[in-house]
């Protein structure tokens, strides 16, 4: 993945998904703001894209908070200019069907999932095309396509950030900055902690593979889109599902 010479921002990156794209962008040569609420998480990142030779800073705060955003932009052109967002920080919430749905659960799925997508977005591109153009990631799902019962806040969040991407994408493109985002099956991350055993074997029964999704196969799709071979590639939804919207 050619992403040297750059500096990139990982929201949420201090697990899963986004601390296995922290860690494989670091490797190929960026400079990585590793964001998370969660400090012990987000510098433990750090440290290990220090101890492997790379350059890495970690940014705790929240990634909906528009003061955290800002100094997320600026702290990461003090690595190297920022071309590369990847917005990956979100939560699973509350799980009950559309009807019971709790307004506060709901409020909070769109603002991380949805809103701090666009925020950051909204902060990212400005410095991405001062500094020549780049790309940005926005972390979907599967279910920013297809639904799933008793996740009406995520679904909803999910399928927005697929079609903001497209508006940004045809916003963007022509000055240089490519928008796409992923839609990963499940993926065994913490996110998926709170399941038992036979849940996540429902899980794996959706996935024609025949297993869940590690983190490392959704950041490896990551780092493709965020780095130069991808130069024609904008404005897409990209699958990493392991078959399930085959099904
Ligand atoms: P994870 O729980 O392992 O990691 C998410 C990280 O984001 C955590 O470290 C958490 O502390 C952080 N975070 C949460 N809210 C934050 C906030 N407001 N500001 C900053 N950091 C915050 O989850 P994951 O599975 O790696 O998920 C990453 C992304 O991938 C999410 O957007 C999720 O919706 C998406 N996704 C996950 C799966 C899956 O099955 N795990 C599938 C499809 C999409």
Do not use: C
């Not at 509350?94 to 409020?107: F, L, M, V």
């Not at 928008?179 to 024609?208: E, Q, R, Y």
């Amino acid at each position: 993945y050619d992403v040297s010479n750059r500096s990139a921002i990982v929201t949420g990156a201090g697990s899963g998904i986004g601390r296995s794209t922290a860690l494989l962008l670091a490797q190929n040569g960026a400079s990585v703001v590793v964001n998370d609420l969660n400090a012990e998480h987000a510098n433990a990142v750090v440290d290990e894209i220090r101890a492997a030779g790379g350059i890495a800073e970690a940014s705790v705060g929240d990634a909906t908070d528009t003061a955290w955003i800002a100094s997320s932009v600026e702290l990461a052109n003090t690595l190297a200019p920022l071309r590369i967002g990847v917005n990956n920080a979100g939560i699973g919430g509350a799980s009950a069907p559309t009807a019971e749905y709790d307004d506060a659960a709901w409020d909070k799925v769109i603002s991380i999932n949805l809103n701090a997508v666009f925020r950051n977005m909204k902060a990212q591109i400005p410095s991405i095309l001062a500094n020549g153009g780049g790309s940005v990631v926005n972390i979907a799902s599967i279910l920013g396509s297809v639904g799933f019962a008793n996740s009406p806040a995520y679904v909803a969040a999910k399928h927005a950030v697929v079609g903001m991407t497209k508006s940004a994408a045809l916003e963007y493109s022509a000055q240089g900055v490519r928008v796409n985002s992923v839609g990963p099956g499940f993926i065994d991350t913490p996110l998926l902690a709170s399941m038992d055993a036979a849940a996540k074997d429902f899980l794996v029964s959706k996935h024609p593979i025949g297993r869940l999704g590690q983190a490392d196969e959704v950041a490896n799709l990551i780092a493709f889109l965020a780095g130069d071979a991808a130069s024609f590639i904008t404005g897409s939804y990209h699958l990493v599902d392991g078959g399930y919207t085959a099904l």
